[in-house]
């Protein structure tokens, strides 16, 4: 299985900053068509996570363009620039390259 | 308008079987696939499987021998079923539509809670 390993942000970061949340792949999350496999989600307290990033890099409809995924095959980040206080809550990356997918064990966010 | 719902019992006790169902609408079952994911309390997401659109399941390789999915197509219904049930398969469950184009879960259902406890 491929582990995904997501890193710790020095909390709380302060409105207007920027954040950036990292993520670790096992294996290469490049496929044959080229794309990167590799989807970011926010969970904010008691609702269900919402699809941010897929594709490494490509925003979701509807989603902030503060909010900006890159990487290469198997580091990633994804910025947050400008943070409000909507932003709060915990960030997974998951890999989707291969089955069984797997999910990071998150990163939280809080703002000051 | 895209909608999926969870629902099955709350409790249920250690040993037992769990089944839940995902109402879908907005959507055919036929041309996504829907997968479940968990969430012990306080903790992270697990992916547990999914039903695709052609009908095909794939599970997560830690909880395949208890696991099964399954689906009713002309109900707009995808059911898991979960054996063996211990404590720390209490958590929220979800499932999501998973997005053929780019494979990424664009709805999620609001979650059911699922305690195991005797």
């Known amino acids: 299985d491929i582990v995904m390993t997501q890193g710790v942000l020095p909390n709380p970061v302060p409105s207007g900053e920027s954040a950036s949340i990292t993520c670790r792949s096992s294996k290469s999350l490049v496929y044959k068509d080229g794309k990167t496999y590799l989807n970011w989600f926010l969970q904010r307290p008691g609702q269900s996570p919402q699809l941010l990033t897929y594709?490494?890099?490509t925003r979701a409809s509807g989603v902030s363009d503060r909010f900006s995924g890159s990487g290469s095959g198997t580091y990633f980040t994804l910025k947050i620039s400008r943070v409000r206080a909507e932003d709060a809550g915990v960030y997974y990356c998951?890999?989707?390259?291969?089955?069984?997918?797997?999910f990071g064990s998150g990163t939280k966010l809080e703002i000051k | 308008q895209v909608q999926l719902k969870e629902s099955g019992p709350g409790l249920v006790q250690p040993s037992q079987t769990l089944s839940l169902t995902c109402t879908v609408s907005?959507?055919?079952?036929?041309?996504?696939?829907v997968h479940w994911v968990r969430q012990p309390p306080g903790k992270g997401l697990e992916w547990m499987g999914r039903?695709?659109?052609?009908?095909?399941?794939y599970y997560n390789s830690a909880l395949k021998s208890r696991l099964s999915i399954s689906r009713d197509t002309s109900k707009s219904q995808v059911f898991l079923k979960m054996n063996s049930l211990q404590t720390e398969d209490t958590a929220i469950y979800y499932c999501?539509?998973?997005?053929?184009?780019?494979?990424?879960?664009?709805?999620w259902g609001q979650g059911v809670m699922v305690t195991v406890s005797s």
């Open positions: 039903m695709k659109y052609d009908g095909d399941t």
């Open positions: 998951q890999q989707v390259r291969e089955y069984p997918l797997t």
């Open positions: 594709w490494m890099s």
């Open positions: 907005g959507f055919s079952l036929m041309d996504y696939s």
């Open positions: 999501t539509r998973d997005q053929p184009l780019y494979y990424g879960y664009d709805y």
